[in-house]
């Protein structure tokens, strides 16, 4: 009796690691899908770019240090996401739910520094209807926006739900693929960096 209660539970545990293992599986899908996406927006970014001869370009309007700020807390958030997986593997839930706060005010800030961004360039009449460059440039960093967005939203659920349901297989399977978006959304953003605003104001 008790041995096929061991087996049972065995079976179980193998049944439910291979379920998380098709998830993690289909979110790297997922990933580069968005990949793909991010691709084709810097690559249309560059494209109308170098066709647009209309001012401004990146030189006259980008403010290269404010910038860097917003990239600094982002990539701190990248760091604090680690060490919340690190938790996860001491099952230490209160510093699991520490850190990801942390992670969140961290992308909450840059967020709020980009919308600031947006608006003092709108304020000062650069809007994306202005011309190819700014069109291009907000597509492509609103939409690294928007994503960082639904990564803060999608803290706050897996907070909920570990205050909820503590640490099961559901809940590490959903910290592992947010910890894969979020540094995705860094690397990304790392990109947008450095083509969109470092050679913006070179070129």
């Not at 693929?177 to 070129?203: A, E, K, Q, R």
């Amino acid at each position: 009796m008790s041995i096929n209660f061991i087996n049972n539970n065995i079976n179980h545990y193998h049944h439910d690691d291979n379920i998380n293992q098709t998830k993690l599986f289909g979110f790297w899908i997922y990933l580069m899908s968005d990949l793909i996406i991010f691709a084709c927006l810097f690559a249309t970014y560059i494209v109308l770019t170098n066709n647009a001869d209309s001012f401004p370009t990146g030189k006259e309007i980008f403010n290269i240090p404010y910038v860097l700020i917003e990239t600094i807390f982002l990539l701190l958030s990248s760091i604090t996401c680690c060490i919340a997986m690190c938790m996860l593997l001491k099952n230490n839930i209160n510093l699991i739910i520490l850190w990801l706060l942390i992670t969140l005010l961290l992308g909450l800030i840059f967020i709020i520094m980009e919308l600031f961004e947006f608006y003092q360039l709108i304020s000062l009449g650069y809007t994306p209807s202005k011309n190819a460059f700014l069109s291009s440039y907000f597509t492509l960093v609103s939409i690294h926006g928007i994503h960082v967005i639904i990564g803060l939203l999608w803290i706050i659920i897996i907070i909920i739900n570990i205050k909820i349901n503590g640490i099961n297989h559901l809940n590490e399977t959903r910290l592992h693929c947010l910890s894969l978006f979020w540094h995705f959304l860094d690397i990304i953003w790392i990109c947008v960096y450095s083509i969109v605003y470092l050679l913006g104001t070179i070129i």
